[in-house]
């Protein structure tokens, strides 16, 4: 059999030319495709709101009017007052922030514990991984709402950072799991036992070797942990639970709401509901983003 070679054909015909395929440019909107920009710009503006909160605030966020009391929305209170007098825009900016900060404070916390628990109950043995699992079973099965009253009734949660704590420490299980399903996945990987063998402590081999590598696929459940926890801080304020009247946040705003609707004060519902949906799901929308990415990436088996 005669092996033929790529200097034995000669191509022929006028002015030909070898096809080079072109690269096909990605545009902008290629480029933007899937990706929540309208979630991210109305989250940045909130932000910033947040941040210059005492620049945009045109009255006293804690001061009352009492001449002023469920004023409707005008030139001089854009948004109008509550029962109490208070000019709700002005109170709207400062509740954002009490909000993002209970949120931030809070999925941090989760963060944190389900991270480290997660990491523990993936490397260690059979046994103690089915009584860690276990344990947060159970507490998984309380009603999320029931266990931070009960934290509550034990500590003192009337500041931004006792109350975010409370709602860190009682959401951190859904996380745990997944971190050790990720972890079960790649501690026998040849670079954790390479570490582990050469003396690496186990903060060392967590933090350098398994945390960078499952961090992807728990971004979306931390990041949505931050609207859950503002939603729980906004429910327990509703309820009349959670922070006081005096420190201002989207919750404690809409605890006034049952007064709101006995007295027609539609604007006292209506402006810090809205900022308070448009907050979660901007946060939601950008969570969610995170999960679709994490499950495009190729499967680490």
Excluded at 68 to 86: C, I, Y
Excluded at 96 to 124: D, E, H, K, N, P
Excluded at 152 to 159: E, G, K, V
Aim: proline fraction near 3%.
């Amino acid at each position: 059999m005669v092996e033929c070679q790529e200097s034995d054909f000669r191509l022929v015909g006028a002015d030909y030319r070898i096809h080079v395929p072109r690269e096909k440019k990605s545009g902008l909107r290629e480029r933007l495709k899937g990706k929540p920009i309208i979630s991210l710009v109305l989250l940045s503006l909130l932000l910033l709101g947040c941040v210059f909160a005492g620049q945009l605030a045109n009255h006293d966020a804690s001061g009352f009017y009492l001449q002023n009391l469920n004023e409707a929305p005008s030139a001089e209170f854009l948004f109008g007052t509550d029962s109490l007098g208070r000019d709700i825009y002005s109170m709207i900016w400062y509740g954002c922030r009490t909000s993002l900060a209970v949120g931030l404070i809070g999925a941090a916390v989760i963060a944190v514990i389900g991270t480290v628990y997660g990491c523990i109950s993936g490397t260690v043995g059979e046994r103690m991984d089915s009584l860690m699992m276990r344990f947060t079973e159970l507490c998984g099965s309380i009603p999320t709402l029931l266990f931070v009253l009960i934290l509550s009734a034990l500590f003192d949660t009337n500041s931004v950072v006792s109350i975010a704590l409370v709602i860190g420490v009682t959401g951190w299980f859904g996380l745990a799991r997944i971190v050790r399903s990720e972890v079960r996945q790649i501690r026998n990987s040849d670079y954790v036992l390479y570490a582990r063998c050469c003396g690496g402590k186990f903060i060392y081999v967590m933090l350098r070797h398994l945390v960078p590598n499952f961090i992807s696929s728990v971004m979306f459940v931390i990041v949505s942990s931050i609207s859950s926890c503002i939603t729980m801080e906004s429910t327990m304020s509703f309820l009349g639970l959670g922070l006081p009247t005096t420190v201002i946040s989207l919750g404690s705003m809409l605890s006034l709401a049952n007064k709101a609707l006995i007295m027609n004060t539609w604007w006292v519902i209506i402006f810090p509901g809205a900022f308070l949906l448009v907050l979660l799901m901007c946060i939601t929308n950008v969570g969610a983003f995170f999960r679709e990415e994490a499950n495009r990436m190729p499967s680490k088996l």
